[in-house]
Nanobody, 127 residues
Framework: QVQLVESGGGLVQPGGSLRLSCAAS????????IAWFRQVPGKEREGISC????????YYAEAVKGRSTISRDNAKNTVFLQINSLKPEDTGVYYC????????????????????WGQGTQVTVSS
């Protein structure tokens, strides 16, 4: 069964950190670009980060730039997103998605380019 599974979400205090994981099963992440999206309450889902399959180039949206790191471990078939200095406005559901090499990180702007989606993991930033 082909699927992506996110984990690592939870309740964290403002200023804290989380490391989200996106693990693939049933297929190899190695040839896919992987993007992270989030949906915060009252807003549309937005792409926040991406890592390519070709040269591991990375992208960060302004909302998380400077306090996030995306990485991939192809041997573990997993992509990670570390977010530091978390703020209450980071609260939301975080999803990962896989896009074919021909699209790479264009998927951040065009969700329909994704082949696979995870079910999401809840992140709540609150004191």
């Amino acid at each position: 069964q082909v699927q992506l599974v996110e984990s690592g979400g939870g309740l964290v205090q403002p200023g804290g950190s989380l490391r989200l994981s996106c693990a693939a099963s049933g297929f190899s992440l190695e040839t896919y670009a992987i993007a992270w999206f989030r949906q915060v309450p009252g807003k549309e889902r937005e792409g926040i980060s991406c890592i390519t399959s070709s040269d591991f180039s990375v992208y960060y949206a302004e909302a998380v730039k400077g306090r996030s790191t995306i990485s991939r471990d192809n041997a573990k078939n997993t992509v990670f997103l570390q977010i530091n200095s978390l703020k209450p406005e980071d609260t939301g559901v975080y999803y990962c998605a896989a896009a074919l090499p021909k699209w790479q990180c264009a998927v951040v702007a065009t969700e329909s380019l994704a082949d696979y989606w995870g079910q999401g993991t809840q992140v709540t930033v609150s004191s």
